[in-house]
């Protein structure tokens, strides 16, 4: 629906999809063209919510290099998720493995840093497999070699597999925002909400024997800290590049529904999944191909297919929207689209408070 | 006329032995009603809370076959435990009940994303007199739970329907569990009175029903995922104990047979 003249006009003011009984969706855009796998969101999101109590082995927020297996290991093969756009049937899914998560690893620091041992710093185990094993492996061969990053939390889906998989109505999305939680209290570690999450994004605590996840950061995003202040969720505020955006799918002011209704450049992860995801991806472009002798050769680098496959169809009309809106900049020309994906302001990026006087 | 009398006391003693057998008969035949669970009197000192106490080899066991319970939850009829024997006793003050089943392994332990319990589960009617529905009752009639898990923990949970339960703050249950030679022995006990609310008293003058439940945690069995029984009922009534209908037949039986024995007798008479 992009033109070349920018977005087209909303015919009224309430075209977006939001889930029954909730009255605003939070949304999160993040541009993978800017990730460098830092992974600093997901230390902010593991110091801040995942530290200790049964939790280490828990990235609610994670980095994975694609193509690559991802965390937990293999997780697009793990079933879950709707069997169309019905939402009346799911899909059967699987609880992974431990090894599939990897173990939270303790080191050798003790030895090396304080007893003056000349061995390497290394895990105390013998690990096969844990988060950001495959980093920047990738695919394809040299000189035409391939990867990106892409960074996961969990969607807050429109229609979420995870809560019509629990038994007990113990996990539910919030009526105020859309966010998906899980009542801590209900929550009797059965376990349907993990293997229901077709982006394994649910986490088995054996601690607490409850099932957790991300939470948005509902109390940064509610001013529920010493200075009562509104903050965006950690990762997106400690991104180095600044990555995300953070605000509301129904804000129509906002750069995320611009983003996502408007432009529709921004896409979910695997639609096919069904869950219809609130956090939506700008998708990555590469510079091109090069032949043998080193020439630049006018071949996508990541193959379309790929970005198919993780992003669904709409990917090849959203990278032709930006590519036509760069062109448009190289001449000299303006475009709101490259505007909104280049803007470093935080007032404009994280749009948290538009809904607070209701 | 002697004849006749002789004959006159044959019938009343062949009538006499009839209506005996008539009635000793249910017991003779089946020593109790169908889905019962006896409850014995035994002595608190002889430790009925132990699994391995002797005083369960004088307590009558009831062999009680489990199916998967209907439920919504994923491979809801993949259940693995087919029966488990009950056992029931009482002292003055508590209530027992010993639970045993074949299970290959011990699965004591949830500490990895895989990994499940093996529990069980005992579920008695809030208010006795009337019979809930089996699934976990429903909001009108609310039934106890008594959930043990192989971790050692148990808890006494209150629900109104699947889905629904909810922890008693204080569980007035004590269970003791074995695992020996491929199978779990489980000895739960509780106060017989109770007055707090919501908690089933079984200090009534009524029958009260009982159900139970199995989970095989290296199956994945959890949940709605599990093996059941249908209802089963403690004595506790005046009698007599058992379905109306079975005294009935007998009843219609014993004079059935009386009536051929009449007409026969009256019959040789006449000759």
């Given amino acids: 629906m992009s033109t070349d003249d920018g977005p087209a006009a909303q015919a009224d003011g309430d075209g977006v999809d939001l889930a029954d009984g909730v ?83 303790s080191f050798n620091h003790e030895e090396v840093m304080y007893n003056g041992g000349d061995q390497p710093l290394r895990p105390d185990s013998d690990p096969e497999w844990g988060p950001n094993w495959d980093e920047d492996q990738g695919a ?91 903050f965006a969720p950690a990762c997106a505020e400690d991104c180095p590049p600044q990555l995300r955006l953070v605000g509301f799918l129904d804000d129509e002011q906002g750069p995320i529904h611009k983003l996502v209704e408007e432009y529709e450049v921004a896409l979910p992860l695997h639609p096919e999944y069904q869950t219809q995801p609130n956090v939506y991806y700008i998708p990555p472009f590469a510079p091109p191909q090069h032949s043998e002798d080193g020439e630049t050769v006018d071949v996508d680098r990541i193959p379309r297919n790929y970005l198919e496959e993780l992003f669904g169809e709409r990917v090849h009309d959203a990278l032709d929207t930006i590519e036509k809106e760069r062109d448009k900049v190289n001449r000299g020309g303006d475009s709101e689209l490259l505007d909104m994906l280049t803007d470093t302001n935080p007032a404009r990026k994280y749009r948290l408070e538009v809904f607070d006087d209701e | 006329m002697s004849e006749r009398r002789a004959a006159a006391v044959g019938a009343v003693v062949v009538v006499a032995l009839l209506l005996a057998a008539a009635v000793a008969g249910p017991t003779a035949v089946s020593a109790r009603p169908a889905n019962e669970i006896p409850v014995q009197s035994v002595a608190a000192d002889e430790q009925p809370q132990r699994p391995t106490s002797e005083t369960w080899d004088t307590v009558p066991s009831v062999s009680v076959p489990l199916t998967s319970a209907p439920s919504g939850v994923p491979n809801a009829s993949d259940t693995s435990v087919e029966s488990v024997r009950v056992q029931s006793a009482q002292t003055d003050e508590r209530l027992y009940l010993r639970l045993s089943w074949a299970d290959g392994t011990a699965d004591r332990n949830a500490s990895s994303p895989r990994a499940f319990l093996d529990a069980a589960a005992v579920q008695v009617p809030v208010n006795t007199s009337v019979r809930p529905p089996i699934s976990m009752g429903s909001t009108r009639n609310l039934v106890n ?120 007798i009256e019959a040789v008479r006449k000759n």
């Fill in chain 1, 23 to 105: 009255d605003h969706q939070v949304a999160m855009v993040m541009d993978l063209n800017k990730c460098i796998g830092c992974q600093t969101c997901t230390v902010a999101c593991k110091s801040l919510w995942t530290e200790g109590g049964g939790r280490d082995y828990m990235y609610w927020n994670n980095v994975e290099t694609k193509p690559g297996k991802g965390y937990p290991r293999d997780w697009e093969d793990s079933g879950g998720g709707w069997k169309d756009a019905e939402h009346t049937e799911r899909k059967p899914g699987d609880i992974p493995e431990q090894a599939d998560y990897g173990d939270a690893w």
């Fill in chain 1, 140 to 230: 394809g061969e040299y000189p035409n070699s391939y990867y990106f990053y892409l960074p996961r939390i969990c969607n807050h889906c429109t229609h979420p597999s995870c809560v019509e998989a629990c038994p007990r109505k113990a996990i539910y999305k919030r009526e105020e925002d859309g966010i998906v939680l899980i009542d801590q209290e209900r929550c009797r570690g059965y376990r349907y909400c993990v293997e229901g999450c077709p982006y394994k994004k649910v986490y088995y605590n054996a601690t607490q024997k409850t099932s957790e996840k991300c939470i948005f950061c509902y109390p940064r995003i509610e001013g529920e800290g010493p200075d009562g202040e509104t």
């Fill in chain 2, 145 to 264: 739970v008594w959930y043990w898990s192989a971790d050692g923990e148990t808890e006494e949970l209150l629900a109104g329907g699947p889905g629904s339960t909810t922890e008693f703050d204080q569980a007035a249950v004590e269970t003791t569990a074995r695992y020996d030679d491929g199978r779990w022995t489980v000895v739960m006990s509780r106060p017989l009175d109770s007055d707090a609310a919501n908690r089933t008293s079984f200090a009534v003058d009524n029958n009260v029903d009982v159900a139970f439940a199995v989970w095989n945690g290296s199956e994945m069995e959890r949940s709605g995922r599990k093996s059941v029984s249908e209802w089963y009922y403690f004595p506790f009534g005046p009698g007599p104990q058992g379905p109306p209908y079975e005294s009935i037949l007998w009843a219609v039986a014993g004079l059935a047979i009386v009536g051929v024995a009449l007409v026969t």
